[in-house]
C-alpha cells in the first residue's frame, strides 16, 4: 500500500464505552465507563477539533464455552468533536474504580456574562 492510500482501521474488535457528559460551572464533564482497563493504558489526546480516548483492554477473558458474555476483550476508541470554546491546556483527566473521567474547561472569553446598564 503506498502512503497516498488511507489506511482502514479493523473496527471487529473497537468497543465503545458508555458515557455521560454533563455541563457544570464553566466546565464540561465526561464519564467513560472502561472495565478492565488500567490507567497506564489509556491515552487521552485533541487533534484538531476532536478529542480522541483510546485503550486496550488487557483483561483476560478464557477461551472456552460461554453461558452468557457481556463483556469484551479489545480496544476501546471514542471520539468527541470539541469547539473554540474548550480550553485545551486545561483538560483533566482522573480514573477511579474503571470510570475515567474528563473535564473540560471553557474559556473564559465563552463564559456567558452580564452587562451592566448605566
Do not use: W
Not at 466546565?27 to 491515552?43: A, F, H, N, S
Not at 477473558?61 to 479489545?74: H, N, Q, T, V
Amino acid at each position: 500500500m503506498n502512503s497516498d492510500q488511507a489506511q482502514i482501521e479493523d473496527t471487529s474488535t473497537i468497543i465503545q464505552p458508555a458515557c455521560s457528559i454533563s455541563e457544570e460551572a464553566g466546565t464540561v464533564r465526561l464519564t467513560l465507563e472502561m472495565p478492565g482497563v488500567d490507567r497506564d493504558g489509556i491515552e487521552v489526546h485533541v487533534e484538531g477539533n476532536e478529542l480522541i480516548i483510546s485503550a486496550k483492554n488487557a483483561a483476560s477473558i478464557p477461551d472456552g464455552k460461554y453461558l452468557i458474555r457481556e463483556r469484551m476483550a479489545g480496544n476501546y476508541r471514542k471520539r468527541f468533536i470539541i469547539d473554540e470554546t474548550i480550553d485545551r491546556e486545561k483538560i483533566e483527566a482522573s480514573m477511579t474504580d474503571g470510570v475515567l473521567t474528563l473535564v473540560l474547561a471553557t474559556k473564559e472569553s465563552a463564559k456567558p456574562r452580564r452587562i451592566e446598564i448605566r
